[in-house]
């Protein structure tokens, strides 16, 4: 079986001192009341010969409607415990979560109901500070906002950003 890869973007923010980064939740009723462990990155499986990068900025805006703009700054790769990989990269926006227009998906439900229902792809958006955002992301997909921290050269506790030069 060919290993899964999916491209997402991480849109981060800079708030007084701190770094702000926007999670997805999925949406569909099997994440309706999970919350700890089940938000990720906005992210989408590559398709043939797909640029990963245009992969993720398509993900992005099919499952938040927001646009994401340059520069993009290489997050590197992760396997999750399904094996499936993710590359992803972090861009600096705002957004408005109230502001979610995300695609819907279709699946059968109730199972074995023989109806078809329709769900978004992400049900909703927040605004998280690095220590929250690791508890809420799936655990395989923490590590992203270490990365983004250290490459914006910000310390690991609260997303704290380094004091300005004198």
């Keep these: 079986m060919a290993t899964i890869r999916s491209a997402g973007l991480l849109m981060f923010r800079r708030r007084a001192s701190a770094v702000e980064v926007?999670?997805?939740?999925?949406?569909?009723?099997?994440?309706?009341?999970?919350?700890?462990?089940?938000?990720?990155?906005?992210?989408?499986?590559?398709?043939?010969?797909?640029?990963?990068?245009?992969?993720?900025?398509?993900?992005?805006?099919?499952?938040?409607?927001?646009?994401?703009?340059?520069?993009?700054?290489?997050?590197?790769?992760?396997?999750?415990?399904?094996?499936?990989?993710?590359?992803?990269?972090?861009?600096?926006?705002?957004?408005?979560?109230?502001?979610?227009?995300?695609?819907?998906?279709?699946?059968?439900?109730?199972?074995?109901?023989?109806?078809?229902?329709s769900f978004p792809e992400v049900d909703r958006v927040r605004w998280f500070d690095p220590d929250e955002a690791r508890h809420k992301l799936i655990a395989g997909q923490a590590p992203f906002v270490d990365t983004l921290l250290r490459t914006l050269g910000v310390e690991r506790g609260a997303g704290e950003l380094p004091a300005a030069p004198a």
């Design 22 to 117: 926007l999670l997805a939740h999925p949406g569909g009723p099997f994440w309706v009341r999970r919350d700890e462990a089940s938000w990720t990155l906005p992210k989408g499986e590559i398709g043939p010969d797909e640029d990963p990068l245009a992969a993720a900025r398509r993900e992005f805006l099919e499952e938040t409607g927001f646009a994401s703009t340059p520069p993009f700054l290489p997050l590197g790769e992760l396997r999750q415990k399904s094996g499936k990989r993710i590359t992803a990269w972090a861009f600096e926006g705002d957004a408005d979560p109230a502001l979610l227009v995300s695609n819907l998906f279709e699946m059968e439900w109730p199972p074995r109901s023989g109806r078809m229902q």
